[in-house]
């Protein structure tokens, strides 16, 4: 929502400094605007892509939930082989992945 707010302020600012582009909106607002609207869009990237990216989000997200369940399989393993120590190492993974998917799916408190 942030984007569109800053590219409309930025497509009247544009408007409002040009006295040729301000007539041509007086005159035939509709290709004028859409005109501006292309060269705000393309002169405003829509920002970095861990917010308008889905994939990497889904990625990191999938990442972290098969080193949860391949953790646990690990365990349940080890502990049907009869291993009485699980090595640390499969703990601090597994913790490590819940705490990561916990903190990327929680909401933030802005929202």
Do not use: F
């Amino acid at each position: 929502m942030a984007m569109v707010i800053r590219s409309a302020e930025e497509m009247v600012k544009r408007v409002m400094l040009d006295p040729a582009l301000m007539e041509a909106v007086k005159t035939d607002p509709g290709p004028a605007l859409q005109k501006v609207a292309q060269q705000v869009i393309k002169d405003n990237p829509p920002g970095p892509p861990l917010q308008t990216d889905k994939w990497i989000y889904r990625l990191v997200v999938s990442a972290l939930g098969l080193a949860v369940i391949l953790s646990l399989i690990s365990t349940v393993v080890l502990s049907l082989a009869g291993k009485t120590q699980i090595p640390d190492v499969l703990t601090a993974l597994g913790s490590a992945a819940v705490g990561a998917l916990a903190g990327l799916l929680a909401p933030s408190p802005k929202s």
